[in-house]
């Protein structure tokens, strides 16, 4: 089956973007990868060292732009000939390459029964063409965070103008009956907002770690503190974050 990945960046470092491509590019040789600037930064020499696509896009991860950040994502992924796409954040590691690739709709670390965390996500391009020929994307509700955003995000997010891609995305499967799945090679956790409104700029997973308490025999802490992947349990792990990213 043909990969493609989509790596969406704005903030984040050029030396994070780098890390996360080259560890993707040691397992992944001949797989598309697609690099979208959502308004910020230029990745200047690494769509051409790393041989990846290169989209210069306007800022849309922004509430008043509502779901066209994805309308985006699976546009530009599908005029590639990918079978599956993921979406991978700069600070997902891709140690190995999946074992198995689910006929699911959509895929990854699922929390509860229908929160796939957003570090990595699959999909395949049969849901990717019914996201774009829906139109749901362009719907002026996701406008509106309380159209898709439930209680839980809402306890967590206090900004009015944030746009969850996480969120947006779980409404939409559900409105489009898609498939879900838990994948046990992908494992990606998510680093709640209290915190990162706190923490100083060059934070790092080990003060994330103590600050919350996780116990150093944790799953956790050994893969994103000690970054020890024991047997390589996991292809794809999410987040790790270099302590220079800016």
């Known amino acids: 089956m043909k990969i493609t990945f989509v790596i969406t960046f704005a903030y984040e470092s050029l030396e994070q973007l780098e890390w996360c491509i080259s560890h993707l590019r040691k397992s992944y040789h001949e797989a598309n990868v697609i690099l979208i600037s959502d ?11 790393y041989n990846t696509i290169f989209i210069a896009g306007q800022k849309l ?8 950040w994805w309308k985006r994502f699976f546009t530009e992924a599908l005029k590639t000939n990918a079978d599956i796409i993921f979406k991978i954040d700069p600070d997902t590691k891709i140690w190995r390459r999946l074992n198995y690739l689910p006929s699911s709709d959509f895929f990854g670390m699922l929390e509860g029964t229908a929160y796939i965390q957003g570090g990595c996500q699959g999909f395949n391009r049969k849901f990717a063409e019914k996201i ?10 996701y406008k509106n965070q309380d159209f898709w955003g439930n209680p839980d995000f809402k306890a967590c997010n206090p900004d009015p103008n944030y746009f969850s891609t996480d969120w947006s995305m779980i409404h939409m499967a559900k409105r489009l009956n898609a498939t879900l799945e838990k994948h046990p090679e992908i494992y990606s956790r998510w680093v709640p907002f ?10 790092t997973m080990q003060q994330f770690a103590e600050d919350y308490q996780i116990p ?28 220079d990213t800016i």
């Open 39 to 49: 308004g910020h930064r230029d990745p200047m020499y690494l769509p051409e060292k």
């Open 61 to 68: 991860k922004i509430i008043s732009c509502g779901a066209l």
């Open 132 to 141: 774009i020929e829906s139109k749901i994307t362009e719907e002026e509700n």
């Open 194 to 203: 209290d915190f990162l409104r706190k923490a100083p700029a060059n934070w």
């Open 216 to 243: 150093k025999e944790s799953e956790f802490w050994k893969i994103f503190v000690d970054e020890n992947n024991q047997d390589l349990k996991y292809a794809i792990t999410h987040p790790h974050k270099l302590n």
